[in-house]
């Protein structure tokens, strides 16, 4: 008896045991499912609440974000306002500015510069004519353009003068003679007339100035005589540094009308009475006097082909006193050309 009811008691405690084990195991697989703080069932709680709002009720904070927004593009579109008005007012003062530009370039393309003709007469016995003709190139060289220089020599060997000109960059004529002078001043007047020839038969239509190799300009000189339509001049300034003075050649003007000349002395001489009273450095002319015989009253026979240009246009001067014009027109009182005194050395 006692032996057949122990088995029985044993098989009982085993299928507690395996009873009680099962559902210890379903409690902590189900309970690992469970939310496991308050915090995060409070989360889920309001993701659900959340999520049942309806769409028409917004938040504080989304109304006051769209606030801004639309405040943002009010603002832009005020800039935007106020940048396009800036520009149109912009273009309303510029475009009388690009009006009256448009109006003074016409102007300069309809009055173009008129040619300015340099007579520059040279001496092979002058040690200087180098130095000076390299200068003198300088100068001309900044002059606007159109310019040209036309330099006259007696015939020789050198090829000095021709070498110097062809490495300028300004428009030149270089011109020769064969006669033989002892006198500077005579020669200077024929290589002048030769110059004067050259214009003549080429019909070169400009201002022609007389310039020599020791004279110093101002650029605004070549700008000045560009105005004259008949005869212009000028004073200069003698300028010698032996004898620490300065003379001053040229008109005397009221306004821009010649009323007299400075005196170079006071000496009543014969050869002063015989002499020019100006230099000839200080006139200048229209070139058209040399072929318009019908315009100047140049009488056209054999004895004119053979007159002195030279000497015809200091009469000019002299006589044609309505046709002069004194420059510049404020009575002809700035000094734009000085003439330099330097000893020369004469070759044997």
């Keep these: 008896m006692g032996t057949s009811e122990r088995p029985k008691k044993k098989v009982q405690l085993w299928k507690k045991a395996t009873v009680h084990f099962v559902l210890c195991f379903i409690m902590g697989f189900f309970t690992g499912f469970a939310p496991t703080n308050k915090s995060s069932f409070a989360t889920t709680t309001n993701q659900v609440i959340s999520s049942n709002v309806s769409p028409e009720i917004s938040p504080p904070q989304r109304r006051e974000i769209s606030d801004q927004r639309l405040e943002h593009k009010n603002f832009d579109r005020n800039m935007l306002d106020e940048s396009l008005s800036i520009k149109t007012q912009q273009r309303v003062d510029i475009d009388p500015i690009v009006e009256e530009k448009s109006e003074i370039s016409e102007n300069v393309h309809l009055t173009p510069n008129r040619l300015v003709i340099i007579v520059t007469p040279t001496s092979d016995k002058d040690e200087l004519r180098g130095v000076l003709l390299r200068k003198m190139a300088n100068t001309l060289a900044l002059v606007p353009p159109p310019l040209l220089w036309v330099v006259v020599e007696s015939q ?190 004469i070759k044997a």
């Excluded at 005869?231 to 306004?255: H, I, K, Y």
């Excluded at 229209?286 to 009253?297: A, F, H, K, Q, T």
């Excluded at 140049?298 to 004895?303: F, G, M, N, Y």
Aim: charged residues 25%; aromatic residues 10%; contains cysteine.
């Design 156 to 345: 020789t060997e050198s090829t000095e003068v021709s070498d110097i000109l062809r490495k300028t960059n300004v428009m030149y004529r270089h011109l020769v003679f064969k006669e033989n002078f002892t006198d500077v001043e005579v020669e200077m007047d024929h290589q002048r007339n030769v110059a004067l020839k050259h214009i003549e038969y080429h019909r070169l239509s400009g201002i022609v100035h007389f310039a020599s190799l020791y004279n110093v300009y101002d650029l605004s000189f070549f700008d000045e005589i560009r105005a004259i339509e008949v005869f212009g001049t000028w004073p200069m300034a003698f300028l010698s540094a032996n004898r620490q003075r300065v003379r001053v050649e040229g008109p005397v003007c009221d306004s821009s009308e010649v009323i007299g000349w400075h005196l170079k002395s006071l000496n009543n001489s014969a050869d002063d009475a015989t002499r020019s009273p100006f230099h000839i450095s200080t006139v200048g002319f229209n070139s058209s006097i040399l072929w318009d015989p019908e315009r100047w009253g140049r009488l056209t026979s054999a004895q004119h082909t053979s007159q002195n240009s030279i000497k015809f246009v200091k009469e000019e001067v002299l006589e044609e006193e309505t046709k002069l014009k004194g420059i510049p027109q404020d009575g002809c009182s700035k000094i734009m050309l000085w003439n330099l005194h330097i000893p020369r050395v």
